[in-house]
């Protein structure tokens, strides 16, 4: 089989040798079939192959970490449910209200499971719709940080604010932006147990990169490709693992960083921390 220069036709040869019995030289009779059709089918059935061992396997994922994701709150509620129904024979109303606040905390959990579930199958389908507008990303940096600083505060986790002075303006979809710092930061305060966070943007003549730093637990740099995907954690699965969590929230904040026209970088050592920038081009006047 051979390709030709262009690269895009396939041709197959074959090549017989005859003896000339009286010049006794050997004459190549050489004939060429176009199979181009043939290969582009092999090379489609190649792709539906791949495609659906990653399907395959993203399923198997999927229904691991669902079994724990959702098995787990829903625990957590009977238990809750139980004890309340106890309460209030012992008309212990104080202690309804203390285990209400924890059931609000389980259900945001779960919800929070089912939008990003929601969000990654969007995603995936191409049924993103973006509604872009022109703003500075420091206002969505300031409320996204103001949102989470309790988090960081009830880990005594530090969070440091460092924004651009110069006024600027980006053209994104406010609500996946915030959607994406919301998830980056949220792993990051998740991930760091002692040190601080750091949320910083700084602008060249065509860019604005936005940081965000902390000194947690760090990724495995082998493996930083493989975690942008749908369902895939550095920990193992089940009950084995740390920290809750269905491993979506750096896909989505990937995924609409792409949309959005922008990159996203990762640097990361183990148990030093983690470095995340994303670039997103600046209008220009």
């Known amino acids: 089989m051979r390709k030709n220069n262009d690269g895009k036709r396939y041709y197959k040869s074959r090549v017989v040798i005859i003896e ?90 779960v919800m929070n499971l089912f939008e990003n579930i929601l969000e990654v199958s969007e995603i995936e389908t191409g049924e993103v719709n973006l509604e872009f507008v022109s703003m500075n990303c420091n206002q969505i940096l300031e409320a996204v940080t103001t949102k989470k600083l309790p988090d960081a505060t009830i880990k005594n986790v530090e969070v440091e604010l460092d924004l651009e002075d110069k006024d600027y303006l980006c053209r994104i979809d406010w609500i996946k932006f915030e959607r994406v710092i919301f998830n980056l930061v949220d792993n990051a305060i998740k991930y760091t147990d002692r040190g601080k966070i750091k949320i910083s943007s700084k602008t060249t003549a065509d860019y604005v990169t936005i940081t965000i730093s902390d000194t947690g637990l760090g990724i495995n740099e082998t493996i930083i490709n493989r975690l942008l995907e749908p369902f895939v954690q550095e920990e193992p699965d089940g009950h084995l693992r740390n920290y809750e969590g269905a491993g979506l929230g750096l896909t989505i904040a990937f995924e609409y960083t792409k949309l959005m026209n922008g990159e996203m970088n990762i640097k990361s050592s183990k148990n030093i921390g983690t470095e995340i920038f994303l670039n997103f081009p600046l209008e220009q006047n």
């Open 20 to 109: 000339d019995e009286y010049s006794k030289e050997n004459l190549f009779v050489i004939s060429l079939k176009d199979i181009t059709d043939e290969e582009k089918k092999k090379e489609q059935l190649r792709e539906l192959y791949k495609k659906e061992q990653q399907l395959n396997r993203l399923k198997t994922t999927f229904l691991q970490n669902m079994s724990h994701e959702i098995r787990t709150p829903f625990t957590a509620i009977m238990g809750y449910s139980d004890i309340m129904v106890e309460c209030i024979e012992d008309k212990d109303y104080d202690t309804v209200i203390e285990i209400t606040d924890s059931l609000k905390s389980v259900l945001n959990r």
